[in-house]
């Protein structure tokens, strides 16, 4: 595998940044212990490119990712960087169903966390419990469970079932997330966990649930909607993602390499 010096040396500066920022994931998922060993993964469009995108070689843990070491392939998998690993094929089929059909967005995430999968298991899914779920909700679509997805025929109605949407529940699998931005996709990620956690909490406590009314319900949905987008005041990532960048800086500059 190529050095960081002369990999960085060889691809274009938009790219670099890309990497840098994906990378930058990789390692705070680690931190915010989001992370399943080698299973899930993260993807980001390389700049100018209608079919490349960046993922995580498989093999490495997501402390381990660097900037350098990401995997560039086309949407047909075909790897088109120096590297001694090879992608994971589910992973593969699951970021390519994005990039293929959306090319309005630039990042995607894809967990196995407790709590994201203790809500995808639910017939009801992410309810209407709290003020962060209902942000969330306003963004959120369904994807029925098809087994393993290795079966490339899954892409489109994995894209047919994101649509618009921010967040997509994966049944009986996880959670997904995508952003124009990586930040955007990371943030989505944040929100739609802790909306998880949440939910899991108010059940496991056992006492009675405080309803939100249905009125108000469609009123916050409906707020959220304006405000986390580019005409409101709170666009999802552009506060919170160089926050989060220097936080990681203080902590290790090594995904930078």
């Known amino acids: ?48 490119s209608a079919d490349h995108f960046l993922i995580n070689p498989f093999g490495l843990m997501f402390e381990e990712i660097t900037a350098s070491n990401l995997v560039k392939v086309d949407q047909n998998g075909t790897i088109l960087s120096e590297t001694e690993f090879d992608i994971n094929p589910a992973g593969f089929t699951i970021h390519s ?18 709590a994201g999968v203790g809500v995808a298991t639910q017939k ?3 309810l209407p419990l709290t003020q962060h779920a209902l942000a969330v909700i306003a963004h959120t679509g369904y994807h029925g469970y098809e087994g393993i997805a290795t079966d490339l025929d899954e892409r489109d109605r994995i894209a047919s079932d994101l649509a618009d949407h921010k967040v997509l ?30 939910q899991l909490a108010c059940q496991q406590a056992g006492a009675e649930l405080m309803p939100i009314p249905e009125q108000v319900q469609n009123t916050t949905i409906e707020r959220n909607r304006l405000e986390n987008s580019k005409k409101g005041y709170r666009p999802i ?21």
């Open 1 to 48: 595998m190529s050095s960081p010096a002369i990999v960085k040396k060889e691809i274009p500066s938009a790219e670099w940044e890309m990497r840098i920022d994906l990378a930058a994931a990789f390692r705070l998922i680690e931190i915010f212990g989001w992370s399943d060993l080698l299973a899930t993964h993260l993807s980001a469009r390389v700049p100018g």
């Open 97 to 114: 169903a994005v990039h293929m059909n959306k090319p309005e967005i630039a990042c995607v995430i894809h967990t196995h966390t407790q």
């Open 124 to 126: 009801n899914g992410l």
């Open 169 to 198: 529940i994966l049944c009986n699998h996880g959670l997904l997330t995508v952003g124009e931005s990586v930040g955007e996709a990371f943030m989505w990620m944040y929100r739609a966990e802790r909306a998880c956690r949440m």
């Open 237 to 257: 990532g552009k506060r919170e993602w160089p926050a989060l960048k220097r936080k990681l800086d203080r902590i290790d500059t090594s995904y930078q390499n």
